[in-house]
C-alpha cells in the first residue's frame, strides 16, 4: 500500500470528526489485475490494469453519505469531497425517519499479510492457460475452447474515526474454463472456474485436470438423451449445491434483504420473519465462514472493520441467524457477523456472503446413490432463475445422469432442476461427506450493481425436486 494514500485515509477520518460527523469510515485500495483471454489456441488479449483510490463513509444528522475519489493527490481534493457528502447529509437528514444506530465494534490496529505459496506472474498464468486450451482443443468433438486466467493482487486500508486502522494485503488467482462440442446440428457446453485466495498453487495441476473433465464431459454430451419431466429424488453434488446454496440459502440470509430494504430491486427473503423456526429437515445446516483459507470469500476484518466468524444461519432445520452488519445487528438484538463487504473503494459495502455453505454430512456418497430405486445425479451449476423472495427456483445443471436401482445409468442433457424453498429443503434425508467449496466470481447485488467474487459449498445432499429437460 502506497503509504501516501493511507496518510490520505487518515486524514479524511481527521477532517470528518473536526467538521461534526457522528461516524466516518475510509477504504484504501490499492489492485494490480493481469489477465489473458484465449480461445482455440489464440490468445485474444492480455490485460493489465492498476486501480487505487478512497472510499468514505460518514453519518452527519444520522444520515448516511458516501464519496469516493480516484488517485487522489491533495487533502484539498479529500476536504472537497467530504464537505460535499457532509451538505448531502445534512440535506436528506430532513426526511429522516428512523435513529441511525451501531453495534459498538472495537479499536483493532493490525496488518494482514495471506500466505501465497507461488507468486502469481502473467507468464506463468498464460502457460497454464495455453495448456488448458490445448487439452479442450485436442478433445474430440470439441469445436471451441474458451480460457480466461486471471490473478489479483489486493492492498486494503480501512480506518475510521472509532480508532481503527487494518491492512489486508492478499492475491487471488482464478481461471475460467468453457468447452463447446457440436455435432449433428447438436452443440453442448461444459464450463469450470477454479482458484481461490493465494498464489498460483490455487490453480497449479487443479486446472489442466478440470479442462479434460469439461472437454470429455461436453463431447459426451453430444449422445445423451433428454430427461422427462417428472418429480422425483435427486443427489446433486457439491459444485450444483454451491449454487443452490448461493441463490436460495445465502441471498435470503443477508439482513437487509430480510429487512426489504433491497425489495425494489434485488428481492427480499422468503424466511422474513421466521427466526427460530424449522424452514427445513434436521439435516439442514447452513453456516458462512469468512475464515474458511484459501476460500475467495476468506477475509480477517470485513469493510465495516468487524472482525469475521462463523456465523451458524440454520441449524438442524431450525433458522438461527442471518447475516448482519453493524446496524442490522442492532435491529436484530444481534451481533455483526462480519460481512459487510464492497466491490472496491468507488461502492458502500453492502451485507454479502463471505463463503456461504451447507454443512457437511457422514453419509458416503455412492450409499446415497444405492438407496434411490428411481431418480437422478444431478451435476455442476450452470444458470439459476429465482423469484424475488428467493421461494420459488429453478437451476439448470451442466449434465445429470440417471438413477435406477441405485445405479447410475444414462447421460442427460439440458437437465433443469425445479422446485420450492421450503418444499425442498425439508426433504432432504441425506448429506454427505465429500464437503467441497467452488469459486463464485460473478454474484451481483445493489444498485448501482456491485459484483462480487466469494466461495460456496457444501456436500452432495440428496432431497425431491422436480427434474426435466429444456431445449
Given at each position: 500500500?502506497?503509504?501516501?494514500?493511507?496518510?490520505?485515509?487518515?486524514?479524511?477520518?481527521?477532517?470528518?470528526?473536526?467538521?461534526?460527523?457522528?461516524?466516518?469510515?475510509?477504504?484504501?485500495?490499492?489492485?494490480?489485475?493481469?489477465?489473458?483471454?484465449?480461445?482455440?489456441?489464440?490468445?485474444?488479449?492480455?490485460?493489465?490494469?492498476?486501480?487505487?483510490?478512497?472510499?468514505?463513509?460518514?453519518?452527519?444528522?444520522?444520515?448516511?453519505?458516501?464519496?469516493?475519489?480516484?488517485?487522489?493527490?491533495?487533502?484539498?481534493?479529500?476536504?472537497?469531497?467530504?464537505?460535499?457528502?457532509?451538505?448531502?447529509?445534512?440535506?436528506?437528514?430532513?426526511?429522516?425517519?428512523?435513529?441511525?444506530?451501531?453495534?459498538?465494534?472495537?479499536?483493532?490496529?493490525?496488518?494482514?499479510?495471506?500466505?501465497?505459496?507461488?507468486?502469481?506472474?502473467?507468464?506463468?498464468?498464460?502457460?497454464?492457460?495455453?495448456?488448458?486450451?490445448?487439452?479442450?482443443?485436442?478433445t474430440s468433438k470439441i469445436i471451441k475452447s474458451v480460457v480466461n486466467p486471471w490473478y489479483t493482487n489486493n492492498s486494503k486500508y480501512f480506518t475510521s474515526s472509532e480508532g481503527s486502522q487494518i491492512l489486508q494485503n492478499f492475491s487471488d488467482v482464478v481461471i475460467e474454463m468453457i468447452a463447446t462440442a457440436h455435432e449433428s446440428g447438436l452443440t453442448q457446453s461444459v464450463n469450470i472456474t477454479e482458484g481461490g485466495r493465494g498464489g498460483m498453487e490455487q490453480i497449479t495441476n487443479k486446472a489442466q485436470k478440470s479442462a479434460q473433465n469439461i472437454a470429455k464431459k461436453a463431447s459426451e454430451l453430444l449422445s445423451a438423451k433428454p430427461a422427462k419431466e417428472e418429480k422425483a429424488t435427486v443427489v446433486m453434488n457439491p459444485d450444483f449445491v454451491s449454487l443452490l446454496t448461493h441463490e436460495i440459502l445465502g441471498h435470503p440470509s443477508e439482513a437487509d434483504r430480510v429487512l426489504g430494504k433491497e425489495m425494489a430491486w434485488a428481492g427480499g427473503a422468503w424466511w422474513k420473519g421466521r427466526l427460530g423456526e424449522k424452514i427445513g429437515s434436521e439435516k439442514l445446516n447452513v453456516f458462512d465462514d469468512p475464515t474458511i483459507k484459501e476460500s475467495l470469500g476468506w477475509y480477517h476484518f470485513d469493510d465495516e472493520g468487524v472482525e469475521t466468524k462463523k456465523t451458524t444461519l440454520v441449524k438442524e432445520g431450525v433458522l438461527k441467524n442471518h447475516m448482519q452488519n453493524r446496524e442490522t445487528a442492532k435491529t436484530f438484538n444481534v451481533t455483526p457477523t462480519g460481512n459487510m463487504r464492497a466491490t472496491n473503494y468507488r461502492f458502500m459495502p453492502l451485507i454479502r456472503m463471505a463463503c456461504t455453505c451447507i454443512g457437511n454430512g457422514d453419509w458416503n456418497v455412492d450409499e446415497m446413490i444405492k438407496e434411490v430405486k428411481s431418480g437422478y445425479l444431478i451435476s455442476n451449476m450452470k444458470i439459476p432463475s429465482i423469484d424475488m423472495k428467493r421461494y420459488n427456483w429453478s437451476i439448470s445443471c451442466q449434465y445429470a445422469q440417471k438413477i435406477d436401482n441405485g445405479e447410475v445409468t444414462d447421460l442427460l442433457r439440458d437437465v433443469i432442476v425445479m422446485g420450492t424453498a421450503p418444499e425442498f429443503f425439508q426433504s432432504i434425508d441425506a448429506c454427505g461427506n465429500d464437503f467441497t467449496v467452488r469459486p463464485i466470481t460473478n454474484c451481483g447485488k445493489g444498485d448501482p450493481m456491485q459484483s462480487m467474487i466469494m466461495g460456496n459449498g457444501g456436500p452432495s445432499i440428496r432431497g425431491t425436486a422436480t427434474v426435466k429437460s429444456v431445449n
Open positions: 500500500m502506497d503509504t501516501q494514500l493511507e496518510e490520505f485515509a487518515d486524514y479524511a477520518i481527521k477532517y470528518a470528526v473536526n467538521s461534526g460527523v457522528q461516524y466516518c469510515d475510509a477504504r484504501a485500495e490499492e489492485q494490480e489485475r493481469k489477465s489473458t483471454l484465449i480461445e482455440n489456441g489464440q490468445t485474444e488479449y492480455v490485460r493489465s490494469v492498476n486501480d487505487s483510490g478512497i472510499g468514505i463513509r460518514l453519518v452527519k444528522d444520522g444520515t448516511w453519505s458516501f464519496c469516493s475519489i480516484t488517485n487522489p493527490k491533495s487533502n484539498e481534493q479529500i476536504k472537497n469531497a467530504i464537505d460535499e457528502s457532509i451538505k448531502n447529509s445534512t440535506h436528506h437528514a430532513k426526511n429522516k425517519k428512523e435513529q441511525f444506530s451501531l453495534y459498538p465494534n472495537s479499536a483493532i490496529n493490525k496488518k494482514i499479510d495471506y500466505p501465497i505459496l507461488e507468486k502469481p506472474e502473467l507468464e506463468k498464468l498464460i502457460k497454464i492457460g495455453m495448456e488448458c486450451d490445448k487439452i479442450i482443443s485436442d
